[in-house]
């Protein structure tokens, strides 16, 4: 399985980004995925999950009302809408398709900062 993130950058509080995770060697279609963060000296946290349709997510509390988990099965890639970013916010953001987050990919690193 290959996942390879993307979006990741520097944004000021209140700002938003969205992250892309391209998933390949996967039938990605029948999948549940999830996305993860780990700030430095924190533990891999789960943001957030989506069942294989899209139509069931489940969110941290942190990530409640500000992120949006997505998909797009037919081009085998995940998504996170983050909005109102706040500096606890700064992460490396993984994408998992196990619920621990062990199978994940390199991360792209989102810091939110004035």
């Known amino acids: 399985v290959k996942l390879e993130e993307s979006g990741g950058g520097l944004v000021q509080p209140g700002e938003s980004l969205k992250l892309s995770c391209v998933v390949s060697?996967?039938?990605?279609?029948?999948?549940?995925m999830n996305w993860f963060r780990q700030s430095p000296g924190k533990e891999l946290e789960r943001v957030a999950t989506i069942y294989p349709d899209g139509s069931i997510t489940n969110y941290a509390d942190f990530a409640k009302g500000r992120f949006t988990i997505s998909r797009d099965n037919a081009k085998n890639t995940l998504f996170l809408q983050m909005t109102d970013l706040k500096p606890e916010d700064t992460a490396m953001y993984y994408c998992a398709t196990d619920a621990r987050g062990a199978k994940r990919g390199q991360g792209t690193q989102v810091t939110v900062s004035s």
């Open positions: 060697e996967l039938r990605f279609s029948i999948h549940i």
